[in-house]
């Protein structure tokens, strides 16, 4: 499992406020991404999308995956 931006994994405080994630590609914002949005490193970021996004565009995404992981 990937840890979020702020979690315990980083030495981020408990009373810390989360980072809002927002979607690369339409700009959508939340505290906390539901289990539907997807994460990817680009060039070692890391960048999140919303569900619809991901929905929209499943078949880019799984193109350029190793057919092992499909």
């Known amino acids: 499992m990937t840890s979020l931006p702020g979690?315990?994994?980083n030495g981020a405080r408990a009373d810390?406020?989360?980072?809002?994630?927002v979607c690369a590609r339409?700009?959508?914002e939340t505290r906390?991404?539901?289990p539907?949005?997807?994460?990817?490193v680009e060039?070692?970021?890391?960048?999140?999308?919303?569900?619809?996004?991901?929905?929209e565009n499943l078949r880019a995404?799984?193109?350029r995956l190793?057919?092992?992981w499909w």
């Open 7 to 9: 979690g315990s994994d």
């Open 16 to 21: 810390e406020p989360r980072q809002r994630l």
């Open 26 to 28: 339409c700009g959508t």
């Open 32 to 34: 906390t991404p539901p």
């Open 36 to 40: 539907t949005w997807t994460c990817s």
């Open 43 to 55: 060039n070692g970021s890391r960048r999140y999308f919303c569900d619809t996004c991901s929905r």
């Open 61 to 63: 995404i799984e193109g």
């Open 66 to 68: 190793d057919s092992a």
